[in-house]
């Protein structure tokens, strides 16, 4: 018979600290919170808050520091809501466009710089928020209902009539798409971060001193990138249900 082969012990020991599936949870009567999102999400909001409260704490005509960085941060929201929803309708929706790309953009940063595994649970490990697929399924699930929010407030019943638009065929291809739209979303966020956070991983515990460093910087673009595609596809969304298919769309940007 031939001997079994032995993985070598350096491989099996760290590797196993990179399972995933693993989660924390806590028991409040019969509900089951999920105690390890729940914690980081705080984290973030309250990193998202701190940040605010500091930068109109005194506000000052020149803005310099905080101030000056969360009024860049505003200004490139409504570009950017601007852009996808026409002069007209874009205010509004500049809020809760901001607070998506705001919230996920410190989320995903939030998992490349902070040492999360270094905080211990009783199971599973700390990471990003938005490294979760329920964090990412309920923000995407929010676009939903934004964009028919949108579509029903500014066109009434006759929203609908974009499902038979240009002809009643295409009716199942177009609940097929509301359906796809919140799935491309989060899993597109969950997969990129997921996998950004499991390769610096690996190659932390593998090479632990200068190549994993190029690999986190990377990380950083694209988890920015990351927050601005799906903030700049939400904003896509809710200027096409407001808008219909595209024809009153681009006369808004012409």
Same mark, same amino acid.
């Given at each position: 018979?031939?001997?079994?082969?032995?993985?070598? !012990?350096?491989?099996?020991?760290?590797?196993?600290?990179? !399972?995933?599936?693993?989660?924390?949870?806590?028991? &409040?009567?019969?509900?089951? #919170?999920?105690?390890?999102? *729940?914690?980081? +999400?705080?984290?973030?909001?309250? &990193?998202?808050?701190?940040?605010?409260?500091?930068?109109?704490?005194?506000?000052?005509?020149?803005?310099?520091?905080?101030?000056?960085?969360?009024?860049?941060?505003?200004?490139?929201?409504?570009?950017?809501?601007?852009?996808?929803?026409?002069?007209?309708? =874009?205010?509004?929706?500049?809020?809760?466009?901001?607070?998506? *790309?705001?919230?996920?953009?410190?989320?995903?940063?939030?998992?490349?710089? #902070?040492?999360?595994?270094?905080?211990?649970?009783?199971?599973?490990?700390?990471?990003?928020? $938005?490294?979760?697929?329920?964090? $990412?399924?309920?923000?995407?699930?929010?676009?939903?209902?934004?964009?028919?929010?949108?579509?029903?407030?500014?066109?009434?019943?006759? =929203?609908?009539?974009?499902?038979?638009?240009?002809?009643?065929?295409?009716?199942?291809?177009?609940?097929? !798409?509301?359906?796809?739209?919140?799935?491309?979303?989060?899993?597109?966020?969950?997969?990129? &971060?997921?996998?950004?956070?499991?390769?610096?991983?690996?190659?932390?515990?593998? #090479?632990?001193? *200068?190549?994993?460093?190029?690999?986190? *910087?990377?990380?950083?673009?694209?988890?920015?990138?990351?927050?601005?595609?799906?903030? +700049?596809?939400?904003?896509?969304?809710?200027?096409?249900?407001?808008?219909?298919?595209?024809?009153? %769309?681009?006369?808004? %940007?012409?």
């Amino acid at each position: 018979m031939m001997p079994l082969i032995h993985s070598p !012990e350096w491989i099996l020991l760290p590797l196993a600290k990179l !399972e995933v599936g693993h989660h924390f949870y806590w028991h &409040i009567g019969n509900l089951k #919170v999920h105690g390890q999102v *729940f914690m980081t +999400t705080w984290i973030v909001m309250a &990193i998202l808050i701190v940040a605010a409260l500091a930068a109109t704490r005194n506000i000052q005509r020149i803005p310099t520091g905080i101030q000056n960085l969360m009024e860049y941060a505003l200004e490139f929201i409504r570009d950017l809501a601007k852009g996808q929803m026409g002069e007209k309708e =874009y205010r509004a929706w500049v809020p809760f466009i901001g607070t998506l *790309f705001l919230f996920i953009f410190v989320c995903n940063w939030s998992g490349a710089l #902070v040492p999360w595994k270094l905080i211990e649970l009783p199971e599973g490990e700390l990471a990003a928020p $938005t490294n979760d697929i329920n964090t $990412t399924v309920a923000l995407a699930l929010l676009v939903s209902l934004a964009y028919f929010y949108a579509g029903f407030r500014k066109r009434g019943l006759g =929203y609908l009539t974009k499902y038979i638009e240009p002809t009643p065929i295409l009716l199942p291809i177009a609940i097929l !798409e509301d359906f796809t739209k919140p799935l491309s979303l989060s899993f597109r966020l969950f997969g990129n &971060i997921l996998a950004d956070e499991l390769v610096v991983g690996v190659l932390v515990l593998l #090479v632990p001193l *200068f190549i994993p460093l190029p690999v986190m *910087f990377l990380g950083l673009f694209t988890s920015a990138i990351q927050a601005l595609v799906f903030a +700049t596809l939400a904003a896509t969304y809710i200027g096409e249900a407001m808008e219909g298919h595209g024809g009153e %769309h681009e006369e808004a %940007h012409s």
